[in-house]
């Protein structure tokens, strides 16, 4: 089936620390993926996506995302982690229903510690 | 600009009761997609509108309905409700349905179900 798959319910690192959230996919052909964030008590917001072109997608404050074909993989990175971007990731992909509907993965937790 | 808003922001229910969720898209957004996620899990695809026609279904019961009206805001109607309906109703909208369009998420609706 095609999904996304986030391997690590939850990632630490230390703040100024780089960081690296993980996201492998199964979806046939030219995936088109998508990074969301989630703050507490808030809906998810946009930070990235993967169309085509560069493999390295630059997206919102700060973060990126390498489109690996070989590995499956749309691990999304920052070089310098900082307290506030403790929050829950997602990494999502449209399914083509007539419309498209997004699939989600599971989400990663990221705590940064000061 | 408004973002996407959501009403209620919280709801009680019992037992076979119905509920209706209600959602204002961003202004000029035609696609109005709902989702549900349950504490700790991703979101799940529930339906998503576009030019008020349904475009596509999750695999929810016949329980969950949903509409979309002529200034593209939508409602999501649950009937019967169970305790396991209990969960974080996401409302987002985008300007297409292409697979590219990235997606702006209201703040949602927590549905308790006693």
């Known amino acids: 089936a095609q999904s996304v798959a986030q391997p690590e319910d939850q990632v630490n690192v230390a703040e100024g620390n780089p960081l690296t959230v993980k996201c492998t996919y199964s979806?046939?052909?030219?995936?088109?993926l998508f990074w969301y964030v989630q703050y507490p008590n808030r809906g998810l917001q946009f930070l990235l996506k993967?169309?085509?072109?560069?493999?390295l997608v630059k997206g919102s404050y700060g973060f990126e995302a390498e489109f690996n074909k070989s590995q499956t993989s749309f691990h999304l990175k920052k070089p310098s982690a900082l307290v506030s971007d403790s929050a829950l990731y997602f990494c999502a992909y449209p399914r083509n229903t007539g419309g498209f509907k997004t699939i989600f993965g599971a989400g990663t937790r990221l705590f940064v510690k000061a | 600009d408004a973002g996407v808003t959501q009403s209620p922001t919280h709801l009680i229910k019992t037992r076979g009761q119905h509920v209706t969720l209600r959602c204002s898209p961003i202004?000029?957004?035609?696609?109005v997609s709902w989702y549900q996620q349950v504490l700790g899990q991703g979101p799940q695809f529930i339906f998503q509108?576009?030019?008020?026609?349904?475009?596509g279904r999750g695999n929810f019961p016949d329980r969950f309905s949903a509409r979309q009206f002529p200034n593209y805001s939508s409602e999501l109607n649950v009937n019967a409700l169970l305790l396991g309906d209990s969960a974080l109703y996401l409302c987002?909208?985008?300007?297409?349905?292409?697979?590219?369009?990235?997606?702006?998420f209201g703040s949602g609706t927590q549905l308790s179900v006693l």
């Open positions: 987002a909208s985008s300007s297409g349905q292409g697979a590219g369009e990235k997606l702006f």
């Open positions: 202004s000029g957004h035609k696609s």
């Open positions: 979806v046939s052909g030219n995936p088109y």
């Open positions: 993967y169309i085509t072109g560069d493999n």
């Open positions: 509108y576009y030019e008020k026609e349904e475009r």
